[in-house]
């Protein structure tokens, strides 16, 4: 299983910004998705997962009402749309995927995406 993240960057606060996450290896459309992040000297932390079919879709709280998470079966990508983004999201953006249908564990980790709000 490969998964390619992109669409990071260097954003001013209020900004946008939008992750792309390709997937490679197996069956995308039958494993739950997700996006965490790590900010410099802080364990890595939950963003949002959504379900193979997108009809179960969760954030952290810290993220709700402004970030977005979406997935494309038929292009096996999995996106997050950043809105409103403040100094505190920066950190390095990760999607991971369901190791088993239905463990609801990610075990398969992309390389990370560099994300970057400035105040």
């Known amino acids: 299983v490969q998964l390619q993240a992109s669409g990071g960057g260097l954003v001013q606060a209020g900004g946008a910004l939008r992750l792309s996450c390709a997937a490679s290896?197996?069956?995308?459309?039958?494993?739950?998705m997700g996006w965490f992040r790590q900010a410099p000297g802080k364990e890595r932390e939950f963003v949002a997962a959504?379900?193979?079919?997108?009809?179960?879709?969760h954030y952290a709280d810290s993220v709700k009402g402004r970030f977005t998470i979406s997935r494309d079966n038929a292009k096996n990508t999995v996106d997050l749309q950043m809105n409103s983004l403040k100094p505190e999201d920066t950190a390095v953006y990760y999607c991971?995927?369901?190791?088993?249908?239905?463990?609801?564990?990610?075990?398969?980790w992309g390389q990370g995406t560099q994300v970057t709000v400035s105040s």
């Open positions: 991971a995927s369901e190791g088993r249908i239905g463990s609801r564990r990610f075990d398969y």
């Open positions: 290896g197996r069956t995308f459309s039958s494993y739950e």
């Open positions: 959504i379900n193979w079919s997108g009809s179960a879709i």
